[in-house]
């Protein structure tokens, strides 16, 4: 039940040098509500996260907690006093090279009040306690690190849990979930909801703002744009005000293919699964989409060179492509963007212009000598085209939004000619605007390349791609071109219909 405002900030204020980033935001939360807040990618919402869980420090404007001044200086600050944020950068929610036992205890085991002395049977003893309230079926012995991008965000969620929060902001916490993870997650928020916890819930996902929120608000520019609580919400205007402009969703026109770029035969990603056979054309833009496990990414690494093929055979231009490693991948033309982007894609402390041209220095360099003005010249470019919003080229990415790290990444791809162009959930983290910009460049730069997308929202591929194959298993199981798609066919092969590999 929606009781009063636990938690409140009023006027907050937050600039770095002379960039104001949040320019006087006020914002209630109630205890037993979930809030949505939305907000395109560098509106100030991370900012704003940020300061009220205690990583920054504010700049202006108050906050208070239960009627009481509220001023962390230090995340730890900020969860003892009941605040807690699962951020979404998921290496900031648990310690790789840990266990799964001691990350979901390791605040008990860090702060005060802590035991003296080690006791591992106890830690697991605890852990499986945290573990059993959220329904997490995880080896608690497991190295985080070994864990997949799913498995380790639900461990940063328990482990938050597990503080019995008073205020709990979760930052596009299912980004990597399958639908059976999340629909665990919305039990467990709909059961904090019960309890009287207030919820600040950071979500682009239609389907998530649609099952949770009781309130809607709206953040552009550093202030807040919008508040939508009137039964039924106006989510259209919810997302009109994040803007400040209407969006209109365009009718793709599918594209047909006369010439093959690359032909998969037989190929088998996992022992026991059914061979995949596919064809990728010319200017063709493609689209793979099933439920998280399913081998999406195994087969993204498998075109890579990151994995070897357990059968089959891959023709490139008419002949053989059976890359060993990454490096020979790139060689052949053929690029990745990767899913995990903090592990596997942006190097954080690196500027823009470095990170964009890292793949491609040996291309950039004459007699070992880097050329500078064309390394400036391509990231200029390319910050101009996908619409990167930054200061200049030498912004270090770390101080990008998690949007605009996400476009640096596809620019960093595109900035040069690919036979084959692949990507891993490239709109994780994105905001509707965001997406549809780096969908627009891919459709329109596609000819000469074929283009792989994989993933797991349906409307990321409807709204980009010319074919639609749907993966089950470590397999194809369904293919459709993209106009007038049958959805309710295509929904039950995502759900793990008949199989009929016909790519």
Sequence with gaps: MVGSAVFRVEGLRKSFGQNEVLGGVSLELHAGEVTVLMGANGAGKSTLVKIISGVYERGGGTMSLAGQDFAPNTPAEAI?????????????????????????????LSGSGAPFLFNPARVRREAKAVADRMGLAIDLKARVSDLSLADRQMVAIARALAHQPKVLILDEPTSSLSSAEADRLFALVDRLREQGVAILYISHRMSDIRRLADRIVSMRDGVISGVFDKKPLDYEGAVNAMLGRKIHLDQIVARDSAKAILTIDGLRIAPGARPISLTLGDGEVVAITGLVGVG????????????????????????????????????????????????????????????????FLRRMSNLGVLKRRLERATARRQIEELGIVCRSEKDELASLSGGNQQKVMVARWMAQDATLFILDEP???????????????????????????????????????????????????????????????????????PLHNAA
Excluded: C, W
């Excluded at 036992?101 to 605040?107: G, K, P, V």
């Excluded at 792989?452 to 470590?474: H, K, N, P, Y």
């Design 427 to 497: 709109f994780q983290g994105v905001d509707i605007s965001a997406r549809r910009d780096i969908a627009a460049k891919l459709r329109a730069s596609a000819n000469g390349r074929a283009t792989l997308l994989f993933v797991t929202e349906l409307d990321e591929a409807l709204e980009t791609a010319d074919r639609i194959l749907v993966m089950s298993e470590q397999t194809i199981v369904g293919a459709h071109r993209n106009a007038e798609v049958d959805l309710d066919r295509l929904l039950a092969e995502v759900a793990g219909g």
């Design 80 to 108: 003892r006093a009941g605040v807690v944020t699962v951020h979404q950068n998921i290496n900031d929610g648990v310690v790789a090279d840990l266990d799964v036992a001691t990350n979901l205890t390791l605040d008990r």
């Design 296 to 359: 999406k990414t195994a087969l993204a690494e498998t075109l890579f060179g990151v994995r070897r093929p357990l059968a089959g055979t891959m023709t490139m231009n008419g002949k053989p492509y059976a890359p060993g490693s990454a490096g020979e991948a790139i060689a052949a033309g053929v690029f990745l963007v990767a899913k995990d982007r903090a592990t596997s894609g942006i190097v954080g402390g690196f500027n823009i212009e470095r990170n964009v041209s890292l793949p």
